[in-house]
């Protein structure tokens, strides 16, 4: 047709609708073709009443218009013109389309879907026990936009296993392909819409929400999905409730009215409605009537473009709408395609050619088709024109196309196979189907599903109508443009829905109530640490880890031991370099002076050794500062105890012979002293150096000490110190020791001095008496300071002793070496005086062995 009279034809159509002439777009709902598509639209509505008071299984009538379903059809009826037009997809075939009103009720969705079902060329379904080669009238179905009518649909079209591709049924049970094994659909599920509105609700920290869902497959099965979603991700579901579809009675309408007072009264400002148009519809006229305060309205796909909805008087007043909205490829030519076909509907020649290719519609079996699309205005489009989402109705055609390009083996120049195509033979190549519309790859996933994008709409008022602003797109995640952000509060301030403030750093949540969003603050303790931001409990830090009241994380303990540079070390180390330079110098004294009365008196030789060994017991006191290892742990009590022995076993000699002169009778005196000198002494000595050395082996070997760190006993440090596995064993480790000590003590505690000389008894004692009390405060201060401190108590008793042994029995003869060298004479210190038969005796036998000496 040249374009001049296509350009008069559209003037004469438009004028035509000016005027309001009626059309003839119903019988535009047909079209013949070698292979024909189902369709099942919202193209009116019914009465609710006449449904409740329905008694016989007659005829339902659809008398409201809804211009949705009918730019749906035309979306379908654009794409199938297009591919019949072009050689891509179908060469030498042409589809078909047989377009059928829903009324958005199940009842009324029945009889096409029969229609559909019937054997082709008639109007009856044949009863076959095997449909393998039957033959219905469509080859597959395209919608319906509803879930709730899709559940009733894709249940009898999976028995013929007939492919139905829906543009808008998104609840998630129609994923199952146990149930319907031949639905497909090219929107998402809408676990896919909840799962980005739980997401929503987690980065604005809407913790504390309303969720309301319609009454009806659709609303339930949503809810339910939601909630588990928003549990898990720890979302309290404050108040929770159904919302009627507008068939409910007075006290359903009560139970609402109830629920939303209390989230009126409540502090709850966010609200989730997943609910079909009229529940919604219904909801909000009743929120509008009684003025009830504005909220955050996140809304669902259903409902969030409705003109229904939009149009509401007072919907402005209701707070802030934001929902999901999937986003599809543009079709820019719809617009002008719907008001071409306008155009021709208007045009009596065009309607006329119609009648003369399709004489009958059968609206004597289903009805009229869509009575009300004959009176219909380009005005009446306009508005559903601005929002609508035709993407999904546009692929689901192709999908049908590809799958049957495929079943065909159909390439550029033709189709080889070109015979009848039964649904089932079609299905099969729909399964995982990838195919391309406007440049963009669609697929199928294994449950019939299609992966979109959404992008997150907002309401902004302008006059009566609202404009949805993009604010946010989800593709598995939330990305929020927050400066596009308007929102009903005062200021434009961010809202905030939470049953607690959240708490502080360090701080975790002691639930009270049912909800886990209603809580007070806890701070955590020392030793623990909050883990993260819903943590109920403290998580405690690792043994070797540790951390302050309120922390947010552990620190590293750090090793704690007796280290050399603390106050009490160098102290201790001072008194330690007297002790060690006392003994030293005193051992030089008594090696320079070894002939002299006073150091034969003292045991001469073995004098020197004990001194000897009273400074390796001062070394030893060095193996405890610095950081323990298992070297020093074992050597510790061994290098201490042994030399100590040899130190107090000469003292045992000295005491013995003191005893044995003053307490025996001179016959057994002389013998028993002659005894304790000599090789016998030395041999005392060994013995008793031998006793304390098998006691160390014996305390080694069955209970060695070990090292050890210890996490309890310092709050911000790791204690590593020498871990005494039996004190039992320590304790007879002392014991030899402890026996020379108290024998001594014995020995000379008792004993007179004699006039004249000089008392070595008393140094004795007393050197037992610094020992003792030395070790025996030694046992309490172990068992009671700390165990940081156990090593400074070893250190110091060590010191301790060794300056009480000098300090009491070996400075003082030092002393009298020094500065009173007139008292060192046999008669002062081996008893030789005059008058002393002992003495006398003792110095005659010096004589004669000092004689023979020279």
């Known amino acids: 047709m040249p374009g001049s009279a296509i350009l008069g034809l559209s003037l004469a159509a438009l004028l035509g609708l000016a005027m309001g002439a009626p059309l003839c777009l119903s019988r535009q709902l047909r079209m013949q073709g070698d292979y024909v598509l189902g369709g099942l639209f919202p193209l009116g509505s019914t009465v609710a009443a006449d449904l409740q008071h329905r008694t016989r299984p007659n005829s339902i009538v659809c008398t409201r218009f809804e211009s949705l379903g009918l730019l749906w059809a035309l979306a379908v009826k654009m794409a199938v013109e297009e591919i019949n037009n072009a050689s891509a997809l179908l060469p030498g075939l042409r589809l078909g389309h047989d377009f059928f009103d829903t009324c958005s009720e199940p009842v009324v969705a029945m009889k096409p879907s029969l229609v559909f079902l019937a054997k082709e060329r008639s109007r009856n379904i044949a009863a076959y026990c095997d449909y393998t080669r039957y033959q219905p009238r469509v080859l597959a179905v395209i919608g319906p ?32 392909r146990e149930t319907f094994p031949s639905f497909f659909r090219t929107v998402a599920s809408d676990r896919v819409q909840l799962t980005a509105t739980v997401e929503l609700l987690q980065q604005f920290g809407w913790n504390w929400v309303a969720a309301l869902g319609s009454d009806d497959e659709y609303g339930r099965e949503g809810l339910g999905i939601f909630s588990s979603l928003a549990n898990a991700q720890g979302i309290c579901i404050a108040h929770e409730g159904l919302v009627p579809v507008p068939r409910f009675d007075g006290s359903r309408l009560g139970r609402v009215q109830d629920l939303l007072h209390q989230v009126n009264q409540s502090n709850v400002q966010v609200v989730v409605l997943f609910a079909s148009v009229h529940a919604a519809h219904a909801l909000f006229s009743y929120c509008i009537d009684y003025n009830l305060s504005p909220k955050v309205w996140v809304a669902s796909e259903t409902w969030l473009t409705s003109d229904m909805v939009m ?88 999908s049908v196309a590809q ?17 009848p195509v039964q649904p089932w033979q079609l299905l099969g190549n729909m399964y995982n ?263 160390c082996t014996w305390f080694l070997m069955a209970f060695p000490p070990e090292v050890v760190t210890d996490w309890q006993v310092l709050p911000t440090e790791g204690l590593v110190h020498c871990h005494v596995r039996s004190w039992l064993s320590f304790s007879l480790v002392h014991a030899t020791n402890a026996t020379l000590a108290f024998l001594c003590f014995l020995g000379t505690f008792l004993v007179q001095s004699q006039p004249g000389r000089y008392s070595c008894a008393r140094s004795l004692t007393f050197a037992m008496l610094a020992y003792f009390i030395t070790w025996v405060s030694f046992v309490p201060l172990l068992a009671n300071v700390p165990v940081t401190y156990q090593p400074v108590v070893h250190m110091g008793a060590i010191v301790l002793c060794a300056l009480g042994i000098l300090t009491t029995f070996h400075l003082p003869k030092c002393y009298m070496l020094l500065w009173q060298p007139e008292l060192n004479t046999p008669e002062f210190f081996l008893g030789r005086g005059p008058g002393d038969a002992r003495g006398r005796g003792s110095s005659g036998d010096g004589e004669e062995s000092q004689g023979k000496n020279k």
């Open 403 to 419: 799958a049957l390009h495929n079943t065909l083996q159909c390439n550029a120049s033709g189709c080889p196979r070109r015979k």
């Open 311 to 398: 149009a509401l008087p007072g919907m402005a007043q209701v707070g802030t709408v934001l929902g999901f909205l999937q986003r599809g490829t543009p079709l820019p030519e719809f617009s002008h395609y719907v008001e071409t076909h306008l155009a021709r509907a208007a045009d009596p020649a065009f309607c006329a050619s119609l009648e003369a290719e399709q004489p009958g519609l059968e609206d004597d079996v289903v009805g009229p088709r869509c009575p009300q699309c004959d009176d219909i205005t380009l005005q009446n489009l306009s508005a559903g024109l601005m929002h609508h989402q035709t993407f999904p109705a546009y692929a689901a055609v192709y």
């Open 433 to 695: 189907l990838s195919f391309r519309v406007r440049g963009v790859l669609l697929r199928f996933d294994a449950s019939g599903n299609m992966d979109r994008e959404y992008d997150l709409k907002l309401w902004v008022w302008r006059d009566s109508q609202p404009d949805l602003r993009t604010v946010g797109t989800f593709n598995g995640s939330l990305q929020l443009w927050r400066s596009r952000m308007w929102w009903h509060t005062p200021h434009n301030e961010e809202p905030v829905s939470q049953c607690s403030q959240q708490c502080s750093e360090g701080q975790v949540r002691r639930v009270k109530g049912f909800h886990s969003c209603c809580y007070d603050c806890v701070d955590c303790r020392s030793g623990s640490y909050r883990h993260s931001p819903d943590d109920l409990i403290c998580t405690p830090c690792e043994q070797d880890q540790w951390s302050p009241e309120r922390s947010t994380r552990c620190l590293p303990r750090k090793p704690r031991f007796l280290a050399w540079g603390e106050p009490v070390v160098l102290v201790l180390l001072v008194l330690l370099g007297l002790a060690l330079g006392l003994a030293l110098a005193a051992l030089g004294l008594f090696a320079h002076y070894q002939d002299s009365p006073l150091v034969r008196a003292s045991g001469g030789p073995l004098a020197c050794f004990g001194l000897g060994c009273l400074g390796f017991v001062c070394l030893s006191a060095l193996l405890f500062p610095g950081r323990p290892s298992p070297a020093s742990c074992l050597v510790q009590q061994p290098l201490c105890h042994v030399p100590l022995t040899g130190c107090l076993s000469t003292l045992f000699l000295q005491a013995a012979e003191i005893f044995v002169e003053s307490e025996l009778p001179p016959s057994w005196a002389d013998w028993l002293c002659g005894c304790l000198r000599g090789p016998w002494a030395w041999l005392v000595v060994l013995l008793a150096i031998s006793v304390e050395a098998a006691l």
């Open 145 to 176: 936009h509803s879930s709730e009518l899709a559940l009733v649909t894709g249940k009898l079209f999976s028995f013929f296993l007939m492919p139905q591709v829906s543009y808008g049924a998104s609840m998630d049970r129609l994923s199952s």
